[in-house]
């Protein structure tokens, strides 16, 4: 399977992007998928996640609100809605989907996409 993500930039705090995450094959409606993001320096943090049914859906506490977590089935793609836009959401974020049943087993990864947040 291979995830490919797109959809980061250069944007000014208070705008908004959308990350895509497309996948190669039928892959979202069977498994979890999250979005992850790593800042220079700091350790990958999980940003949020929708289950292969799509009605379980989680986010970082301090990220709910402004992130929004989807999917179009259809088009094998899940998106990450972030609105309102720190400079501390600076990071390169990742989409990963996961296989594991009773612990969570990120076995497939995108190659992540670069936001950069100016003040």
């Known amino acids: 399977v291979q995830l490919q993500a797109s959809g980061g930039g250069l944007v000014q705090a208070g705008d908004s992007l959308r990350l895509s995450c497309a996948a190669d094959?039928?892959?979202?409606?069977?498994?979890?998928t999250a979005w992850f993001r790593q800042a220079p320096g700091k350790e990958r943090e999980f940003v949020a996640s929708i289950s292969g049914s799509g009605y379980s859906i989680s986010y970082q506490d301090s990220l709910k609100g402004r992130f929004t977590v989807s999917r179009d089935s259809a088009k094998n793609t899940v998106y990450l809605q972030m609105n309102n836009l720190k400079p501390e959401d600076t990071a390169t974020y990742y989409c990963?989907?996961?296989?594991?049943?009773?612990?969570?087993?990120?076995?497939?990864w995108g190659q992540g996409t670069q936001v950069t947040v100016s003040s």
């Open positions: 094959r039928p892959i979202y409606n069977r498994y979890a």
């Open positions: 990963a989907v996961d296989i594991g049943t009773s612990q969570p087993q990120y076995v497939y």
